[in-house]
Every structure is written in C-alpha cells, then in structure tokens.
C-alpha cells in the first residue's frame, strides 16, 4: 500500500470546496432559476432521484439515496403529488405496496434543472482536451468506487454512503 498522505491531504480539501459549492443555497437557487423551477431542494432532488432511475422507487429507497428519514421524503412527495410532478403506483412484487413514479411534467423539470448544471460544469472544463475529459471521469468515479468500497468494508457490512450515482448508472467497474 502506498502512503501518500500529503498528496491526499491537498486534495481532501479540494474536494471538500468542490462539494460546498454543490452543496450550496446560492449554486441551487441559481440552478434553479435558470431552470424555471421554484421547488424546494429536496423536492428536486427527489425528481433527479426518480429520473435518473428511470423506474419508480420505494419511498425507503429515495430516503436512503438521499441520507434522510422516510417521513422527510413522504411530506416531500406529497408536495410532489399535488402538483402532478410525481404519482403513486403498485409495486409489480408486491401489490400491497406503492411506489413513486416521476411523470412527464415532473421528468420536464428535472432534465431542465441538470441541463443547467451540466452546461455550467462543461462550459468550466470546456478549454480541456477531450482525453483529459475522459481520464478525469474515469479517475473520480474509481476515486468514489474505491473510497465507498473501503468504507463499506471498515463497517463490516454496506456502507450507509453506498448512494446510487446521480446519473442512475451502475458504477463502472473498468479502471
């Protein structure tokens, strides 16, 4: 195992700064004017979750996707229903289960909301060689694959920060 605990500790709070303007009121409330959308975060956040999934999902799993507690995700989807941005349907594996489903109008927003948010990160690394584009995904998404491995292993057991990627993909295993 190689020891390389000052190279990590410039980049440790590199990514922290990277993760606080994501994170931040300012980025989503940008974000989402220039999408045309005035829902809370966590309401468009559940959106993103749906869409990106591209299948309903349990009210559990949103819950755990976003590192909250399910009556947070069913006050936010509610919100949701009544503006027929999403809908409740049966579970095909369990007919006395309901799950949420994005509809049309809702997927509408969510695309224009990630729309925004991918200009601005391509317009950022726009001047970027086209490999360099390449390589930086490829090392940040084995960055995340190994750290959440790790993680999970320290706990003995699945990792409460095993999130499903933003974009809905199974984590890619090339390295």
Same mark, same amino acid.
Not at 27 to 36: G, K, P, T
Not at 39 to 53: M, Y
Not at 126 to 131: A, D, L, P, T, V
């Given at each position: 195992m190689v020891d390389d605990r000052e190279? #990590?500790?410039e980049l440790v709070p590199k990514l922290a700064r990277l993760t606080a303007v994501f994170n931040s009121g300012r980025?989503? $409330? +940008? $974000?989402?004017? #220039?999408? @045309?959308t005035t #829902? &809370? +975060? /966590?309401? !468009?956040?559940?959106? %993103?979750?749906?869409?990106? $999934?591209g299948e309903p999902r349990r009210i559990g799993e949103i819950a755990a996707s976003m590192q909250v507690e399910d009556p947070h995700v069913t006050r936010h989807v509610q919100? #949701? &229903?009544?503006?027929?941005l999403v809908k409740r349907v049966v579970d095909p594996d369990d007919r006395r289960a309901r799950l949420v489903a994005i509809t049309p109008a809702g997927a509408a927003i969510a695309t224009r909301y990630r729309g925004v948010v991918m200009a601005w990160l391509s317009d950022a690394i726009?001047?970027?060689?086209? @490999?360099d584009r390449k390589e930086i995904l490829r090392l940040v998404t +084995?960055?995340? =694959? =190994?750290?959440?491995?790790h993680? $999970?292993? !320290?706990? =003995? %057991? /699945?990792? /409460?920060f095993d999130l499903p990627d933003i974009a809905g993909t199974p984590a890619d295993s090339s390295r």
């Open positions: 190279g #990590l500790a980025f989503y $409330a +940008r $974000a989402a004017e #220039l999408s @045309h #829902l &809370e +975060r /966590p309401s !468009l956040t559940i959106l %993103g979750i749906l869409e990106a $999934a919100k #949701l &229903e009544k503006k027929q726009g001047s970027w060689e086209q @490999h +084995r960055l995340v =694959d =190994d750290v959440l491995g993680l $999970a292993q !320290l706990e =003995d %057991g /699945p990792s /409460p």
